[in-house]
């Protein structure tokens, strides 16, 4: 079965501080991770994909496969970083399997 | 481009009320996906439809929920009889036939059930 976990509800950090969002996930085949973010009143958007390996916003997601983990990180964090996170997990099909979402909140 | 659409973005029921929820995917797409939302959880998936059918509806609970994608016209999502437990963000993602894994997704229904 498919699982992503999250274990972080709430993140707050200062600004220019660095930043990391804890993902693992749970799957048996080859796994296609992303990262979603979703701003205050805003849609859900995709922010970055691991096959791409490019750097979104200034993060940077890596795919762990030994340690099964796929974190979100930012060297120095920015006031409108703040967002609610997503890491979700594509396999062989289209279901989309979510975490539960870390709310980051990056104080002046 | 306007991205994937959804309405209504907010719809109140009574219970034993019917729900329907709209959804228009991006131009060129013709995969949709429904998702729900409860409160403090991700999203999971319900079902994924392509024009007139259902691919795969694992996700949605068998009784009351149905979707469908007409030849013309926005995917409807339909919840019969809502209950208190239907309360939740419902949300739409569509993507190209080629990329299923990139879905692109709408702003949300948020049901709420009185």
Known sequence: ?108 | NAGVMQNPRHLVRRRGQEARLRCSPMKGHSHVYWYRQLPEEGLKFMVYLQKENIIDESGMPKERFSAEFPKEGPSILRIQQVVRGDSAAYFCASSEPSSYNEQFFGPGTRLTVL
């Open chain 1, 1 to 108: 079965a498919q699982r992503v976990t999250q274990p972080e509800k709430l993140l707050s950090v200062f600004k220019g501080a660095p930043v990391e969002l804890k993902c693992n996930y749970s799957y048996s085949g080859s796994p296609e991770l992303f990262w979603y973010v979703q701003y205050s009143r805003q849609r859900l958007q995709l922010l970055l994909r691991h096959i791409s390996r490019e750097s979104i916003k200034g993060f940077t997601a890596d795919l762990n496969k030994g340690e099964t983990s796929f974190h979100l990180k930012k060297p120095f964090a920015q006031e409108e970083d703040s967002a609610m996170y997503y890491c979700a997990l594509g396999g062989s099909n289209y279901k989309l399997t979510f975490g539960k979402g870390t709310l980051l909140t990056v104080n002046p």
